[in-house]
């Protein structure tokens, strides 16, 4: 069974910094694109970024690119989103998500369960 | 801002049809696949239709999915009181270095 378990989620001061971690498992993690996803309260959904299976690529949402870095420790079944000079309008769920690749072809095939980020002083 | 256009509720009684639509252009459902997802009432969301029109295992078949051109669409055939959630289509868009885009979403009732 896929599972996947967001933490490092709470609450952060304006300007601030946070890590978020993925424990993945279920899966051969090693071979699988992931993302982050998040979910502003009463909100839509919005892609944040996404990684290769081996960490050498990443892609990211413009407006985030530069103050967001996704990355992962295949060693440790891991993914990681740094969170930096964050504001309030980044509060939001975070969700950590396993996906399928392929040509003219992508899809975000499970989701974690999410961890809140409130940005607010 | 999203680039996939959705209507932001739809609705129908029990049994009903419900169709969603969402908008989008060249450089995502023009070009790459199309899926959708339900995210029911404080919860994570579920990919429901994948590849434009398949089916995840254990999704019901009442569920489908369809593309034309750069517009794709959501049908719930008979409807059901658990299917009230909001749904979201997405695709990858090749613009701005390449990134996954989600539609702007759709409430949908049941009434």
Request: net charge neutral; proline share 4%; aromatic share 10%.
């Amino acid at each position: 069974e896929v599972q996947l378990v967001e933490s490092g989620g709470g609450l952060v001061q304006p300007g601030g910094s946070v890590r978020l971690s993925c424990a993945a498992s279920g899966f051969t993690f090693s071979t699988s694109w992931m993302s982050w996803i998040r979910q502003a309260p009463g909100k839509g959904l919005e892609w944040v970024a996404n990684i290769y299976p081996d960490g050498s690529h990443q892609y990211y949402v413009d407006s985030l690119r530069g103050r967001f870095t996704i990355s992962r420790d295949n060693a440790k079944n891991s993914l990681f989103l740094q969170m930096d000079s964050l504001r309030a309008e980044d509060t939001a769920v975070y969700y950590c998500s396993r996906d399928r690749q392929g040509s003219r072809y992508y899809d975000v095939e499970y989701w974690g369960q999410g961890t809140l980020v409130t940005v607010s002083s | 801002q999203s680039v996939l256009t959705q209507p932001p509720s739809a609705s129908g009684t029990p049994g009903q049809r419900v169709t969603i639509s969402c908008s989008g252009s060249s450089s995502n459902i023009g070009t790459n696949s199309v899926n959708w997802y339900q995210q029911l009432p404080g919860t994570a969301p579920k990919l429901l239709i994948y590849n434009h029109n398949q089916r995840p295992s254990g999704v019901p078949d009442r569920f489908s999915g369809s593309k034309s051109g750069t517009s794709a669409s959501l049908a719930i055939g008979g409807l059901q009181s658990e299917d009230e959630a909001d749904y979201y289509c997405a695709a990858w868009d090749d613009s701005l270095n390449g990134h996954f885009v989600f539609g702007t979403g759709t409430k949908v009732t049941v009434l």
